[in-house]
Every structure is written in C-alpha cells, then in structure tokens.
C-alpha cells in the first residue's frame, strides 16, 4: 500500500485502467483512494460455460447443412 502513496498521477490512472476501473475524482488521493479499494477487492471471479464437442458424424446431433452432389 505504501507504493500507491508515492505513484505519480499518470501510474495511478494507469494502474486503475488495468484493472477495469475509471475513478470518478481527479485529485491524486482519489486516485490513491480508489487505487487502493481496487487491490483490497476480491477478485470477480468468472464463469465460463464448458466446451461441449460433439461427435461430427452423429446425424442426430449436427447441425451442419449436407449439401447433395447431383
């Protein structure tokens, strides 16, 4: 926490945009404020639905269009 205490004002913008957040002052202990309220957050922890493959030859299952060669 000491090093947000003697970042300039461009690191603490910068740092702040790394992390997804746009303070909402300008003064340089807003942005040491809000700076440190995003380190001492939890991080958002995402879910990501699984991959599912499927089997290509499955007819049933695909979804693909068969194009008939006349």
């Known amino acids: 926490?000491?090093?947000v205490l003697v970042m300039t004002v461009e690191k603490l913008h910068t740092e702040l945009q790394r992390r997804g957040k746009?303070?909402?002052g300008t003064t340089k202990?807003?942005?040491q404020e809000a700076l440190?309220?995003?380190i001492s957050e939890p991080p958002?922890?995402?879910t990501i639905a699984p991959v599912v493959?499927?089997?290509p030859n499955d007819e049933e299952h695909c979804s693909c269009v068969r194009?008939?060669?006349d």
């Open 1 to 3: 926490m000491s090093d």
């Open 29 to 31: 202990p807003d942005l």
């Open 67 to 69: 194009m008939s060669s």
């Open 22 to 24: 746009i303070p909402a």
């Open 44 to 46: 958002t922890v995402r």
């Open 36 to 38: 440190i309220k995003a």
């Open 53 to 55: 493959q499927s089997d």
